[in-house]
């Protein structure tokens, strides 16, 4: 009956473990503000067609995320500002994913419509609350000035820098790669390809090396098995000791003497004899015919 309880008291442990890590998971304290287009000219378009300012939030941590019931602003007297409506699947949020608002101020809009708009000559502040109304997730300023079709954010996704961003990435990474370096390396140290391929080769030769090894150790471990086998069975395994190469060409070389001896001296003669058939040229259907009966 102990064992059972402790059992029992392991099992809700665990799933009382688990719950808070789903929970912790579950929390929006790990969303950030990413990246901004104050001033949007001819950059990404709504749902509807419009161009406007928008914002990015980004989920920093290995689990999904429901920012269903925070508040984004533009007011820090006022952290309640717009609250992010509940029941849309959208709010939540994949790991290291994005989610984008537009600051349009038409809230009516949908989900992702805020009520307020951007200056583009002022400083603009912007942060997002929990549900609370009261806890600061996450607050940046975004300096005046800002220059069409621009995006001020975060240089890493999620890290600290901030700076303009050399491309605009509305739901995107903010940094992206376009080349490979350990492309450009082998470009800069390996021009003519030597490198690569003596590396290639060096693959292949060390592969069939350890290949040979594993099938010369897999051919002496079936011939062990075999002896034993056979000693089991009671059969003599022993080797009563071996000829050299020359030993075994004579005694080849004098069977096949015999066998000159023992076979007819016109053994690679062909007769061929010819074999009389009752067929006509002219029709096959002398096969299917009857003789004619006697008189």
């Known amino acids: 009956m102990n064992r059972i309880r402790k059992k029992t008291g392991v099992l809700l442990l665990f799933a009382l473990l688990l719950g808070l890590t789903g929970a912790q998971a579950q929390r929006s304290i790990s969303m950030r503000i990413n990246e901004v287009l104050v001033i949007n000219e001819d950059n990404f378009v709504d749902d509807y067609g419009k161009r406007n300012s928008w914002i990015e939030l980004y989920n920093t941590s290995a689990g999904t995320v429901n920012i269903s019931g925070c ?33 349009d101020g038409m809230a009516s809009r949908g989900t992702f419509h805020l009520n307020f708009t951007l200056d583009p000559e002022k400083e603009n502040y912007i942060a997002l609350f929990d549900s609370d109304g009261k806890t600061l997730i996450d ?36 940094l992206t790669l376009d080349t490979n370096e350990k492309i450009d390396n082998f470009k800069t140290n390996d021009s003519v390809g030597i490198g690569m391929t003596i590396t290639a080769m060096a693959v292949v030769f060390i592969g069939l090396f350890i290949l040979y090894f594993i099938f010369k150790q897999v051919a002496k471990l079936a011939i062990a098995v075999g002896k034993l086998r056979a000693e089991k069975a009671g059969h003599d395994t022993t080797v009563h000791g071996s000829q050299s190469g020359e030993v075994l060409a004579a005694i080849s070389t004098a069977l096949y003497e015999l066998n000159e001896d023992v076979h007819d001296i016109e053994r690679t003669v062909l007769t061929i004899q010819k074999v009389k058939r009752n067929y006509s040229p002219w029709s096959s259907k002398i096969y299917s015919l009857r003789e004619n009966p006697r008189k």
């Open 139 to 174: 607050g940046h300023i975004i300096p005046a000035g800002q220059t069409a079709d621009i995006s001020f954010g975060r240089k890493v996704d999620g890290q600290e820098q901030w700076g303009n961003l050399a491309k605009v990435t509305p739901s995107t990474n903010n």
């Open 71 to 103: 508040f984004l602003t533009n007011d820090i007297n006022n952290p309640k500002k717009y609250p992010i409506p509940k029941g849309d699947v959208l709010t939540r949020i994949s790991p290291r994913q994005h989610v984008l608002f537009w600051a």
